[in-house]
């Protein structure tokens, strides 16, 4: 591999909102200080006169003008929420964490009082809190018990531009709370929806055309350098250009990498420590922050803090430092032009998590993170044809995700998502294909009369994807509680396996001791049973290369699930060794990701009919069950089934009737 990427230095003017260039000082310590330079201190006043004239407002500025951190302050300082409170919804748990701690610190307060945040599976907030961030996927939670959303007298809808699917939803949530609430003389529900950019007119149109605020920004000119030739492999090529820049680049000038995902990142992170021991000397300290949405609280704070004198920090971050994190002393960027990103293959039901390319659009805001204090670089790892094929703006994930929890979520509100009011519609094979998938889970009785059946209603309550909630559900029956907690616990954070490729062969050795024949479920299973019995857990874990946070962050989740079992009265059980039960009730959620063999290291779903092969991170790999069960497909040039169980065909024929009768199950190879 070459150890050298070549970039053509064009210097593409990026477009801007506003050229204005206010001068910066970057190193006072004192919050309120720092506050008074942010661009919309000084229009504080005039916004929010336009915010008070108006039930709704959209607000455009550039990322890191103070929108998130600032203006949910300006309203309180008016006292704007009266008796209300001011929610703040976020696209990912890691900005809503970490901006609600820098908004308590600059109020001087502690979270959970004034400030606080929500996520799923941690709510830091008290009867004091008046400031709430919240991920987009809890207030719609919240929306499930009151659809009126009556605790909230404001509602922000940051990130518009990112086109979650909970934003996509929530748009239509608070606008009709809002037209009921007026309707019914209750108090007014004020929104504003706030981006760095966007298709501003179809947003205030959907919006009944309300008022456009745009802020003036900063933004110092940054020179765009593309890569000369293709790159085979952008993640090595982003690691070399990291120490072509740290090489020559003064101390001090911190470099933010975008990646796609946290099994990358801290496998670059290692590299990059090793790499710079080599270099001992010859180029400023390194210090490598990884920053990603599983990483705990603690950490993703660390990354804020300034670098010391003489260092250099590098960032690895996914797309959550596009737009939603600001970090202060970037000065160079490198564009991996990746991200990873749920997208759903229409019409067989498949989700996958796929790394892709990303947008024009999102390529520009990675640009603009080098030059928010001053002038900046930005390392393009993919060629200027490259760039120019991408597309102009990324396609609303609600246009290209399996919608089955959404769907279940708004008709635990009450709606049919066909006549949903969407700002975008998704396509309607996608709904009905959802629908089909509940009636399947036994959440609703048929898709032309979508009402849920009690089994749906309990499944709604779950912060889980239904496929998971119904195995919860299930798991009494066959007996097996404690263990579908931990299993589903597991799969919900990232993974608790740690591999780095110098020690690859150590590692997997390691795994051996808890690799079980039925596959990686019940792997897990024994990894986290032994996990649990421990009272010194890290340094276990560090031995058997486990990744002790994730670990412990299923642990979290772990509790929070099983109080919310207790209190939908599902007692708890063990089946001990008899793993086949796991097994078993794992079926009840995810038959529609099992595979049959079809010849040689190849497979086919049932039903969507796709070709796929085991992971090579599996435990099966290397093995041939003839019909296996799967917990995800990833897509890296080819598909992948990843998180495996070995299951009996006869059992599929015995839990899911309907669906093996329609798929046909063929259960012979070839
Ligand atoms: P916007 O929402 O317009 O992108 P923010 O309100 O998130 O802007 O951020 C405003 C400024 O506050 C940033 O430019 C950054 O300097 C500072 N800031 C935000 N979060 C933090 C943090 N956790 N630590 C330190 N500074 C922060
Ligand atoms: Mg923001």
Redesign the pocket.
């Known amino acids: 591999k070459p150890n050298h990427v070549n970039f053509n230095g064009n210097g593409i003017k990026r477009p801007r909102l506003d050229d204005q260039q206010t001068k910066l000082c970057t190193n006072g310590s004192v919050p309120a200080k720092?506050r008074k330079l942010?661009p919309?201190y000084n229009v504080r006043h005039r916004l929010i006169a336009e915010i008070q004239k108006t039930p709704t407002v959209i607000i455009i500025?550039?990322?890191?003008?103070?929108?998130?951190?600032?203006i949910p302050q300006f309203m309180h300082e008016v006292n704007m929420e009266k008796s209300g409170i001011i929610g703040i919804t976020q696209p990912r748990r890691v900005a809503a964490i970490?901006?609600s701690?820098?908004v308590a610190?600059e109020m001087d307060c502690k979270q959970g009082e004034l400030v606080g945040y929500t996520v799923r599976f941690e709510d830091v907030t008290s009867s004091h809190t008046k400031l709430k961030y919240l991920t987009d996927g809890m207030l719609l939670r919240e929306a499930m018990l009151d659809n009126l959303l009556m605790a909230y007298s404001i509602i922000v809808l940051?990130e518009a531009h990112e086109r979650t699917v909970h934003t996509d939803v929530l748009f239509g949530i608070v606008k009709q709370a809002q037209a009921v609430r007026r309707m019914k003389k209750l108090a007014p529900l004020k929104i504003i929806v706030?981006s760095?950019t966007m298709d501003v007119d179809h947003f205030s149109n959907y919006f009944n055309h309300a008022p456009v605020v745009y802020?003036g920004g900063r933004q110092y000119p940054v020179k765009v350098l593309h890569a000369k030739h293709n790159q085979e492999d952008y993640v090595f090529s982003s690691l070399v250009t990291i120490f072509q820049i740290h090489k020559e680049a003064p101390p001090n000038h911190d470099i933010l990498v975008f990646l796609t995902g946290q099994e990358e990142i801290e496998a670059m992170a290692n590299s990059i420590r090793q790499i710079a021991l080599e270099l001992d000397g010859k180029a400023p300290q390194l210090k490598v922050y990884p920053l990603y949405s599983s990483l705990p609280s603690q950490q993703q704070?660390d990354v804020?803090r300034p670098t010391p004198v003489g260092m250099r920090k590098v960032i690895l971050s996914t797309n959550v430092a596009e737009?939603?994190?600001?970090?202060?002393g970037i000065k160079y960027v490198i564009d991996s032009g990746m991200v990873k990103a749920r997208s759903h293959h229409p019409g067989t039901g498949l989700d996958m998590l796929k790394v892709q390319k990303i947008s024009q659009a999102q390529a520009w805001q990675r640009t603009g993170r080098a030059g928010?204090e001053s002038s900046g670089f930005c390392y393009r790892v993919y060629t200027k044809q490259e760039f120019d094929s991408l597309l102009k703006n990324s396609i609303p994930e609600i246009q290209r995700c399996n919608l089955t929890s959404v769907v279940l979520q708004l008709l635990a509100l009450g709606i049919n998502t066909l006549e949903f009011d969407f700002i975008d519609k998704p396509p309607r094979e996608a709904i009905v294909c959802a629908l089909e998938q509940l009636k399947y889970l036994g959440a609703i009785e048929t898709v032309d009369n979508p009402g849920l059946t009690k089994l749906g209603m309990k499944m709604a309550q779950f912060p889980l994807d239904p496929r998971f909630s119904k195995i919860l559900l299930s798991a009494n029956e066959y007996n097996c509680v404690e263990e579908i907690l931990s299993i589903v616990s597991l799969l919900s954070g990232e993974s608790i396996f740690f591999i780095p490729p110098n020690k690859k062969d150590k590692a997997l050795a390691a795994r051996q001791k808890f690799v079980s024949p039925a596959g990686d479920h019940i792997t897990l299973l024994n990894i986290y049973r032994q996990y649990s019995s421990l009272t010194v857990k890290k340094q276990w874990c560090q031995e058997n290369f486990l990744n002790w946070r994730n670990l412990h962050y299923a642990s979290e989740v772990r509790t929070q699930l099983q109080e919310l079992c207790r209190r939908c009265n599902i007692p708890m059980s063990s089946c001990g060794q008899d793993y086949d039960q796991v097994q078993k009730c794992l079926i009840t959620g995810l038959f529609m990701n099992i595979a049959e063999i079809q010849r040689e290291r190849q497979y086919m779903t049932v039903g969507s009919r796709q070709i796929v092969s085991i992971h090579p991170s599996s435990t099966l790999f290397g093995s041939q069950p003839p019909c296996v069960l799967f917990t995800e497909v990833v897509q890296t040039g080819r598909c992948y089934m990843r998180q495996l169980s070995r299951i009996e065909p006869d059992w599929v024929m015995d839990i899911v009737p309907n669906f093996a009768s329609k798929h046909r199950l063929t259960a012979h190879v070839t």
């Open positions: 720092q942010l919309v500025g550039e990322t890191g003008s103070g929108k998130t951190t600032q970490t901006l701690s820098r610190e940051d706030m760095a802020l704070l804020f737009t939603s994190v600001t970090i202060s928010r």
